[in-house]
């Protein structure tokens, strides 16, 4: 069983925000190619705002706490992400126990997923960030390692780049859209790779 304290949450807080702070000009890169260019801006916005609540928020237990900062995501970040991952973030929370395994997480991150699928109407093969989030969710369901996972993050977030997208503002680039990666698959497994380090490092 895994419980974590606020002092893991407020470090992986502050993990989360740097890895955004220091990829954000890659993350506006990739969106000028095929958006609008404010995804690295977006996302730094709603991790800044955790990171600035980081005190208040993890002094809950963790389920609230990741309630806590999707809500957060959901009023800082202006884009389509801000409700996708805060909804990420919220379903987590109302559905982990606040002791878990790695099963109970597994089946929480699923439920997560899937809820992003549903509030984005958006569905695995459509250039989005559930490319990278539905993977994971199948390697955390099979029991991989936190390396492996990582791995799987960072490949389907690669595998984005020949897909056409078919939802959100990549979309209406249509066949345009074709080799670049979608940003929002290379934050997901940006923030993926940072949370399994932490965890590899605290090991
Ligand atoms: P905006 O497109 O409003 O400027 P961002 O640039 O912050 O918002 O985020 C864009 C990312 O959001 C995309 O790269 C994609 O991963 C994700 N996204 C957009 N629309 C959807 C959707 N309907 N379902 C899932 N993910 C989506
Ligand atoms: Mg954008
Ligand atoms: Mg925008």
New binding site residues.
Partial sequence: MTRLTSEDMKALIGAMQAAIAENAERLTAL?QAI??G??GI??KRGFDAIAADADAICDKPTPQALSAAGMKLVMS?G???GP?FGTLFMTLGKSLPEDFECGAFADAFAKAVDA?AAR???SAGQK???DVLYPVSDALAAGKSVGEVAAVAAEAAEATVPMEAK????SFLGERSIGHM????CSCSLLVNTIAAWISAKE
């Fill in positions: 969106d958006g609008d404010d995804h977006n996302m970040v884009g389509a992400s996708l992003v984005g109407k958006s989005t960030m559930l939802r959100g503002r990549a979608d940003p929002g698959s």
